[in-house]
């Protein structure tokens, strides 16, 4: 499979390794607007683009692609207003596009496990929910976007509430998320109830990105041959279905 990287910053290089672990090729990584400039013409020579790249320019590099008829598989987070459009193109563009706001098979699971809890906390009026996130100083987007999957999941499934807010919380409503950036780390996320007797807490923290890496790699291998817009619950699904 030959492969287009879009953002070549920690993530990109981290793909890079596993795609080249797996035997793919990478014809092409575009880091800022001088090398989209000089070589974004060869974006045709790739199979399937993955694209970790920035908030700002993750919806052009998408279109891109599009224009291109190039799968993309979607790393980049902080682009949430424009995800309802750019699903609705692809679909009626007949394109092929796979997002994820976080692809560690680890944290997809925490997903399920944050879902069932909030469904069995839900008439729990005791215990407060709130969410910490923590990643490195160079994330862009705060929340992350795994903490508002978290929230509006949380949100569904719970009748306690109805929004999520940044930082401050100002009625039992809204569900507060925190977010703190320090250095060399990759991602830890808390889902916390708190009562006056107890606290209840599920935790995900990634050791490297090396899980991410991998998740999105296995996007790309899987969304080969494939029209539409996905997520991560359809390649989970298909690898379940697949071990059956």
């Not at 320090?182 to 107890?198: A, F």
Request: aromatic share 10%; hydrophobic share 40%; with cysteine.
């Amino acid at each position: 499979m030959k492969i287009a990287l879009l953002g070549y910053g920690k993530m990109g290089q981290e793909v890079e390794k596993l795609a080249l672990k797996r035997g793919h090729e990478i014809v092409l990584t575009l880091d800022n607007l001088e090398e989209w400039e000089n070589d974004g013409e060869r974006l045709y020579e790739a199979d399937v683009a993955i694209d970790f790249s920035t908030p700002v320019s993750i919806v052009e590099n998408i279109y891109n692609c599009f224009n291109a008829h190039i799968p993309i598989v979607v790393g980049t987070t902080g682009w949430l207003d424009d995800l309802e459009k750019v699903r609705q193109d692809c679909l009626d563009k007949d394109q092929s596009l796979f997002f994820s706001p976080n692809y560690s098979i680890g944290v997809n699971l925490f997903f399920d496990l944050n879902r069932k809890l909030a469904r069995i906390m839900s008439n729990w009026e005791d215990y407060e929910i709130s969410i910490e996130e923590t990643h490195h100083i160079h994330k862009q987007d705060a929340p992350s976007g795994t903490a508002i999957v978290l929230a509006n999941d949380i949100i569904r499934n719970s009748d306690r509430k109805e929004k999520w807010v940044h930082e401050t919380v100002e009625n039992p409503e809204e569900l507060g998320i925190k977010s703190y950036r320090t250095d060399n780390v990759p991602g830890t996320h808390i889902v916390r109830y708190e009562s006056e007797e107890d606290i209840i807490e599920i935790i995900h923290t990634a050791k490297n990105r090396r899980g991410f890496a991998l998740g999105a790699v296995m996007a790309a291998e899987w969304l080969q041959g494939k029209k539409g817009f996905f997520e991560m619950k359809n390649l989970l699904e298909s690898q379940i279905f697949t071990k059956e």
